[in-house]
């Protein structure tokens, strides 16, 4: 049993609960959020965060990670409202989500600078607050491994040797970028079982999800209701396929959901394009369709309540 922070303070390991792994309460483009504020409505924004995160409490859901970090408009401020309002623990993280180039102030500095100021949000607070971040978030998309992709991945390895907190990431799985961040994170000495490679249910390769598993990472299989790639039904038969496999203690079930999130505008957008992403589709429908296809009940619990703890726990 370790302790983990959370937005409202330090919580044991063992208090996790049933967690959902991966979901946003807001993201949005940083520029111009601070160069065009009427363009964003941050009562509005408030609203859905605390009505979707409400829906999830009344089912049973107990701890949120989300992963907004520099490059998503993390606003802790935010986070920490919601938090109160609803009641729900919320672990926030640190991290540079990019997936070319780093902002200006980082572009003359080595990974050890970037390093130290991870290292600072969980240890003294994030944004000038008390307010500390639980575990460390990386991104690497279609790009590949570019120089300022791998210098972020390389200070977030460093920072993790210094606190312990586990590592989360943005993964492509198309272009098989889970395993290169494992490369480069085992080149600095992280052990995989602290590290979860992220939105690996965006493909139906098993063969590609099993590398990454044989290796002793967790794999992401968070993003249920995001149908633009893969449908829910073939999710469903990896998540199967994989249990079926003997992997069951190392799977996560989420859904990456933004309450709000400025590349979907209006609301209703989002509505037309992902009529089923929500906070609760993976509670409401997916998990009773794997139950109904065979998946134990002892399943769920794994992957939803013992897997976070473990991850944690390092």
Known sequence: MVSVNSITGKIESSDLGRTLIHEHLRTSSEGPRF????LYDEEHEFQMAVEQVKNVKERGIKTICDPTVMGLARDIRFMERV???TGVQIIAATG???FHYLPT???NEDENFMAEVFIRDIEVGIQN???KAGFLKCATDYQGITPDVEKVIRAVAKAHHRTGVPIMTHSHPASGTGLMQLDILEDEGVNPKNVLIGHCGD???IDYISKILDRGAY????RYGIT???????RNDTVISLIEKGYVDRLFLSQDYCCTTDRLKPESKKKRLLPKWSMTFLLDEVIPELLSRGVKEEHIHVMMVQNPKRWFEG
């Open 83 to 85: 938090a109160i309002e």
């Open 35 to 38: 160069q065009f504020p009427h």
């Open 129 to 131: 607050t008390s307010i």
């Open 203 to 205: 493909t139906d390769d």
């Open 219 to 222: 794999v992401g299989l968070d």
């Open 96 to 98: 540079i989500f990019t």
């Open 105 to 107: 102030r980082f572009i």
């Open 228 to 234: 633009t790639m893969i449908t829910t039904e073939q």
